[in-house]
């Protein structure tokens, strides 16, 4: 039967694509990766990669191998740290990784709690956006991170988490008036602000109002959410947020907060975490506690406190679009 250091060293070069970086992040030799991955083909009577100078690809049996191999080693840590959690308390380090939008409104009820919860459980968050944070996970330096919906690397799975509509948000006494449902059209000629063009967002913010007719006069790449808030209090600029961090701005107005319609434009929400492990037992309780609280966020948009007939009117829009 292949030893499961065989088996960790195939996956990780399968994942790199290199003998050498593979032997990097393990923290061996290339040649003893070479060695052990050279004996694994033997034993099991088949080539899994094809080793050139620049690279190593994966045969067909080598892809159809990694697929199973990850699914073990993730299967093993996960017996591994049900034994060491029967009976303890967690404890450890959680390292998270969050966009901005999450920090906002759900991180900070979702610490306290945790840390009141388990005490002994120290929590690293790392803010940033959807590609620095993969690339974070990537090598090993997160145990999860939560990120807008995309197809997921080689190494990397991911799951839905949550839907939350985008929503445009502009000077509170603008063009826009708050809370009523904005369709593209309406989006003519607009100073518009986007976080950088690797930002997943980007692409589809852009790619939404191309193509739904609307129109753009201006941008301004700016990669800080509460620089973003405040330059659009301050002027003419607007940006699309999702809604998940709006809640203050719609219950106190001082944003205009609109829906988008005509179609209605969401964003999906999910959990990526390596393939080959499975988080730690207080990274899985940690992130059951946020999960909770990005729930709790989106019906606030649909229930946010106003006398104003039309302001409950489109909060409801809001909801009805996720």
Known sequence: MPSLTAIRLFTAAYEERSFSRAAAREHTTQPAVSQRIRALEDELGVKLL??????????????????????????????GQDARRVGAALSGEVRVGLMPSLTRCCLAPALATFGTQHPQVTLRVTEAYSGALTELL??????????????????IRSRFLARTPELLVSRADGRYPSCAPVKPGQLQDIRLMLPGALNTRRQRIEGWLASNGASIAQRLELDSMYGTLDMIGRGDWVAILPGVMMAPEIADGSLSVCPLAEPPFNLDLVVIEAARRAPPPAAAA?????????????????????????????????????
């Open 50 to 79: 094809e080793r050139s100078p620049s690279q190593v690809v994966a045969t067909p049996a080598g892809a159809a191998y990694y697929r199973r191999a990850i699914d073990l080693l993730a299967t093993l840590e996960q017996a």
């Open 138 to 155: 990537r090598t090993g330096e997160l145990d999860f991170a939560i990120v807008p919906a995309f197809e997921a690397p080689v190494g």
């Open 286 to 322: 940690f992130l059951d506690e946020l999960a909770k609280n990005v729930d709790a966020q989106v019906p606030v948009l649909a229930v946010a406190p106003t006398a104003d007939p039309l302001r409950r009117k489109a909060l409801a829009s809001v909801r009805t679009a996720g």
